[in-house]
């Protein structure tokens, strides 16, 4: 399974994965200073199996990576609504597999002993990643704390 998340820089239009921003370019450390979020996409990939989830990425290691994967791995199904823009994704666990909807159609369902182990580490990249590009700002490290609870529970979870 290959799970990684890019980073949409809006001026540009351009998007990067989070290998290419290891470390940034002094550019990119300038806009990323001033982006109140960081809006990209996760990416999910298993074989025929691919799904690109856009949206604020924090938003995303909160819901996506942990919160769902808590509820997928005690059998519950979910629904996280996009917290930037339109969209959503619905979580569905289907005996050893977990389908993944979007709102605009996108299906792929992945065995859940990859999926969930794969989501819950990408999210724990992005919270640090992210609280490496923004450790001057004690506001937006307030929340990457708020979700690390999330972080914590989705660790324990798998085990």
């Given at each position: 399974?290959?799970m ?6 809006p001026?540009t239009?351009e998007a ?18 001033h982006?109140?979020l960081f ?5 999910i ?21 942990f919160?769902a994967?808590?509820?997928a ?17 619905a ?6 597999r977990?389908?993944l909807t979007t709102?605009?159609?996108?299906t ?23 609280r ?16 690390e ?8 979870a798998?085990?």
């Amino acid at each position: 399974m290959k799970m990684y998340f890019r980073v949409l820089f809006p001026a540009t239009g351009e998007a990067h994965s989070e290998f290419d921003l290891t470390p940034p370019t002094s550019p990119q450390a300038q806009a990323m200073a001033h982006m109140p979020l960081f809006e990209g996409e996760i990416v999910i990939a298993d074989g025929d199996s691919r799904l690109v989830i856009p949206g604020a990425l924090e938003a995303w290691a909160q819901n996506l990576c942990f919160d769902a994967m808590i509820r997928a791995l005690a059998g519950e199904g979910s629904h996280f609504a996009n917290f930037s823009g339109p969209g959503g994704v619905a979580v569905e666990p289907e005996g050893d597999r977990v389908r993944l909807t979007t709102d605009d159609g996108a299906t792929a369902t992945f065995p859940r002993a990859t999926l969930a182990p794969a989501l819950v580490a990408c999210g724990g990249r992005i919270l640090d990643w992210a609280r490496a590009r923004k450790s001057d700002d004690p506001t937006y490290l307030a929340n990457l704390d708020y979700i690390e609870a999330f972080r914590r529970k989705a660790e324990a979870a798998l085990t």
